[in-house]
C-alpha cells in the first residue's frame, strides 16, 4: 500500500498510525445489546466493513482511522463478524484475504480475536492451513475463550474438508443478510 519506508521510519509511523486508531477507537461505543438500535449499529458494522472492502481493493489511500476503527468496533458483534466471513467467495479470496491479514496487523489487543479468525477461515480455505493456525494463535493471546477460534481450532485438527467452508458461506451469509438488511438488499 505505497513505497516502502526504512524500517525506523516505518516503525514511527506504525505507533502514530496506532495512536491515531486507538483514538478513533475509543470514541466508537460497542453495540448497547439492551437499547433500541442493536440493528441499526449492525447494519452499519456491515456497511462499514463493505466500505473498508471496497476501499481496500481499489483506493486503499483512502482506508482512514475512523473507518477502521467503526469495523473493528463492530467485528466485536456476532452478526457482523459473520456478516464479514461471508463475503469471501472465489472471485475476492486473495483480495479478502490480503485485507484480513493486513487488518489484524493493524488491530490494537482487544480487537484482534474476531478479525483473526475471518482470516483463519480465509487462509483455511485458500489452502493455507499454517497461517490458519498462527492466526487462531493470535485469536487465543487476544481473547483465550474465543468462542469461534475454538470452534474453528476444532474443525481444522479434524481436517474438515476447506471446501466445506464455501458451502457453508452459501447456505449463512444470505440468512445473515436478511436478518441486518432485511428485503432491501
Request: with cysteine.
Amino acid at each position: 500500500m505505497g513505497e516502502k519506508l526504512p524500517p525506523l521510519l516505518w516503525q514511527s509511523t506504525a505507533m502514530t498510525n496506532n495512536l491515531l486508531l486507538e483514538d478513533q477507537l475509543s470514541k466508537i461505543t460497542a453495540i448497547n445489546y439492551e437499547g433500541d438500535e442493536v440493528l441499526k449499529q449492525q447494519r452499519l458494522g456491515a456497511v462499514a466493513v463493505n466500505e473498508l472492502v471496497a476501499r481496500f481493493t481499489t483506493t486503499p489511500e483512502k482506508i482512514d482511522d475512523e473507518l477502521v476503527a467503526v469495523v473493528l468496533v463492530r467485528l466485536k458483534d456476532l452478526q457482523v463478524r459473520d456478516y464479514a466471513m461471508g463475503l469471501t467467495n472465489n472471485e475476492n479470496i486473495d483480495q479478502l484475504f490480503n485485507l484480513w491479514h493486513w487488518l489484524i496487523g493493524v488491530a490494537p489487543i482487544g480487537h484482534i480475536a474476531p478479525v483473526a479468525c475471518i482470516f483463519a477461515a480465509c487462509a483455511y480455505e485458500s489452502g493455507e492451513a499454517d497461517l490458519a493456525n498462527k492466526a487462531l494463535d493470535k485469536a487465543f493471546i487476544d481473547e483465550a475463550n474465543y468462542p469461534l477460534a475454538i470452534l474453528l481450532r476444532r474443525v481444522f485438527f479434524a481436517n474438515w474438508p476447506a471446501e466445506h467452508f464455501a458451502a457453508m458461506r452459501a447456505q449463512l451469509h444470505p440468512k445473515i443478510c436478511a436478518q441486518l438488511f432485511g428485503s432491501s438488499i
